[in-house]
């Protein structure tokens, strides 16, 4: 049953508001991510452009998707999704990458934003587990295990494991 503290999903609205608030930041983090990505895909130069090309691609579509997961998750919670690139800068802790052309430096910062990333994400699926939110725990869970294995994937690439 609905009620004045429950949003349409049984959750309690205060609670389901300090986590959109989580997911807000996450969103802002995977919009500056996503950026990069794109950056990183045009402007790659050197001996492991095709390589890196083709896969700053395949990663910013995979981007593109959780950006949009995440804010119909917002949403679907019964909040408004951050939507501009003011709110995003402001509330990023992912550095913007300009002019990065070097694939070591590119991957590096990707590594950087990865694991920036997760530590946002753990954060707020302990909360969304707390609030027993499945929904948002398993999107969370699904991204935190992809990006993990990018993480180990680009490290051993840098030979850095």
């Known amino acids: 049953m609905i009620t004045a503290e429950l949003n349409l999903i049984g959750l309690d609205k ?16 995977f919009q500056i991510h996503y950026q990069n990505l794109r950056g990183f895909h045009w402007n ?6 095709f390589e890196l090309h083709a896969k700053f691609e395949e990663l910013y579509t995979d981007a593109q998707e959780k950006i949009d997961q995440i804010a119909e998750r917002i949403l679907t919670l019964g909040f408004t999704p951050l939507h501009v690139f003011s709110d995003y800068l402001e509330r990023a802790q992912i550095a913007e990458g300009k002019n990065v052309l070097e694939d070591q430096e590119a991957v590096n910062m990707l590594i950087q934003s990865m694991q920036t990333l997760i530590t946002i994400e753990r954060q707020a699926l302990e909360y969304a587990a707390d609030l027993h939110d499945e929904g948002t725990v398993a999107m969370l869970s699904d991204f935190i295990a992809t990006q993990e294995k990018t993480v180990w994937m680009f490290s051993a690439w840098l030979n850095n494991s």
Do not use: T
Request: charged fraction near 25%; proline fraction near 0%; avoid cysteine.
């Open 44 to 49: 790659i130069k050197g001996k492991n452009f």
């Open 14 to 29: 205060e609670q389901a508001g300090k986590l959109a608030n989580d997911l807000n930041q996450l969103l802002a983090n």
